[in-house]
């Protein structure tokens, strides 16, 4: 995937290239409070998170569900909900401890530890950033915890330390922090939570999550859709609410939504762009698709390299805004193709799910062909039910961004039908709306404007299967590879590789996607070869070691910013 993270590599960090970095958690308070927008459905949202009872906050990546985490976090730490222990922790690098489900007889034990010892951290983290909280005087130190997390992340496992660390624990602590402080409850905001891909981690996490719900204590995850585990004890609706942070791209609402969040990025940069050319940046919001994560990183191309898409009179060349609006789908289409790495045991569903999105954008074009552009559809209908190869692609396909559920229809005899909305910068892109000979930001912004009239191709399982070219016999689960000759296993008990002979090992999804080397990530080669000509560098492993960012700090035009920006895209590689 081509990368508009660094644009200008020739050049210094820009002063304002901080407001650019699309991940809250990667931003200062203070920052981060000045250039957050106001999610349309904000205030309910927020009223859910910092309230009682336990909930889940779901969305594609890049949404803004870290965003919603942390306004609820500052808002209940400033006083904003009176009686209120917030605890925001985020568990990004759960994916760390896979290798001990993979090499132990006691991985969800330690697993659930090291939980515990997030919360705890995180806790105290909170005590620390209030105003005039103090902590019971059992509390364990900051010293102490961060040594246990760091033992547990490098898989050393202490029998000591898992014993001392509990839930119970945990709940006790939490509660004297209430009580000492005359507070009346605690709520536990967890982020990126439950989306390790190991699935037996994910129930684990469920358990957990369960098992923290008190009187006092409310828990709070965000997750993502398609690839989550519930644990079998864990029900969606009775032990905890669904909250849906995926913004819908449509109307006025949504467009101000990104407008605000643009005008807030480029605040003070002295690039005011966005007042003359206000249709192409709300163009630019729809080809996201509702995810802000891509939009942000098209106006960070513009404001590195105004001179490529300004005119001389400072409206935006239409040609390049065209190019740059299919940044959003490359980067949900690149989210969809790592799940062949994150999942390798589910090869086959991300390649037959590629055949099948571009079928779908297929069967789009023709039902949109000769049609007015006020006429024309962007969504799809498919008969219910699915089955399940089909569901777990569509599972794959919105945890990557590119399809939206939109409701369903019952249609008499045909049956019932569900509703999904596809990836708008896949339609403008593919030519699948308006058509190749006619095609401008007025002529797209007419169709994704449209009022919808129930103008959709009705799709069934097996017409999309034969439209695809796909047999249902070809979605198999994938055994892992011989670790000397990258061989399939012949069956999952088997010992000894049927090629070379080489004893089988255990496979580890988080050592075989930190042994990547760094060309894996959404980096230009201008900056890839200038870190591996002048560091260490060379996997990803390298970057996450590099606590401190001293190594990427010493190559040349990479600052404080860039150095943030590369390790998340590292974390994210293994979250």
Request: hydrophobic share 40%; glycine share 6%.
């Amino acid at each position: 995937m081509s990368s508009l993270l660094f644009n200008d590599e020739t050049n210094d960090e820009l002063p304002f290239e901080e407001n650019f970095i699309e991940q809250a958690e990667y931003i200062g308070r203070e920052k981060f409070l000045l250039l957050a927008a106001d999610h349309p459905r904000e205030a309910s949202i927020l009223k859910k998170l910092v309230g009682g009872g336990a909930k889940l906050l779901i969305g594609p990546r890049g949404c803004g569900k870290s965003t919603l985490m942390r306004k609820a976090y500052y808002g209940a730490l400033d006083g904003g909900v009176s009686g209120v222990f917030p605890i925001y922790v985020n568990f990004k690098l759960a994916l760390k401890l896979e290798p001990f489900y993979v090499n132990g007889p006691n991985a969800s034990y330690w697993f659930k530890k090291w939980l515990v010892l997030k919360v705890l951290q995180s806790a105290l983290e909170a005590i620390n950033e209030s105003d005039g909280l103090v902590k019971p005087s059992r509390f364990p130190s900051k010293k102490k915890l961060t040594q246990e997390i760091n033992n547990l992340e490098a898989n050393r496992s202490d029998g000591e330390a898992g014993e001392e660390y509990t839930v119970s624990l945990l709940i006790e602590l939490v509660e004297e922090i209430i009580s000492e402080n005359d507070l009346t409850r605690s709520v536990i905001l967890i982020d990126d939570a439950a989306h390790s891909f190991s699935e037996k981690q994910q129930e684990d996490f469920f358990d957990f999550f369960r098992a923290i719900k008190t009187r006092l204590l409310s828990p709070k995850a965000a997750i993502y859709p398609g690839i989550t585990s519930n644990s079998a004890s864990f029900h969606i609706g009775h032990d905890a609410e669904q909250i849906d942070a995926w913004v819908r791209p449509a109307g006025t609402e949504y467009e101000e939504f990104m407008i605000s969040l643009a005008t807030k990025r480029l605040e003070g940069t002295g690039a005011n762009f966005i007042s003359d050319n206000e249709e192409d940046i709300r163009f630019l919001a729809y080809a996201s698709f509702g995810v802000p994560r891509g939009f942000l990183g098209m106006l960070r191309a513009i404001y590195n390299s105004p001179d490529a898409y300004l005119n001389s009179d400072g409206s935006l060349n239409k040609a390049k805004v065209l190019r740059l609006s299919r940044a959003g789908r490359d980067m949900s289409h690149a989210v969809f193709d790592s799940l062949t790495a994150k999942l390798p045991s589910y090869e086959s569903y991300v390649e037959n799910g590629s055949k099948l999105y571009q079928s779908i954008l297929s069967e789009l074009k023709a039902f949109n062909k000769g049609k007015v552009t006020s006429k024309q559809g962007i969504q799809f209908a498919i008969k219910t039910p699915l089955g399940a190869d089909l569901d777990k692609v569509f599972g794959f396909l919105q945890y990557a961004g590119l399809i939206m559920p939109a409701g369903q229809v019952l249609k008499g005899e045909k049956g019932t039908f569900k509703i999904f909305d596809v990836h708008i910068g896949d339609l403008t892109a593919e030519n699948t709306i308006v058509g190749k000979r006619t095609k401008s930001i007025p002529s797209f912004l007419e169709v994704i404007r449209a009022t919808r009239h129930n103008a959709w191709p009705r799709l069934s399982t097996n017409s999309l299967f034969e439209a695809a070219n796909v047999n249902t016999d070809t979605f198999t689960l994938s055994l892992p590879l011989c670790h000397s000759c990258d061989t399939p296993r012949d069956n999952p008990e088997a010992k000894f590789c049927s090629n070379c002979g080489a004893q089988l090992k255990p496979s580890s999804t988080y050592e075989a996607l930190v042994q990547k080397d760094i060309s894996v990530l959404p980096i230009s080669s201008a900056m890839l070869k200038r870190i591996k000509s002048n560091s260490h560098i060379r996997k990803v492993r390298d970057i996450l070691i590099d606590a401190s960012r001293e190594t990427l700090l010493g190559i040349n035009y990479i600052g404080k910013v860039r150095a943030t920006r590369i390790v998340a895209l590292a974390e994210e590689h293994v979250s």
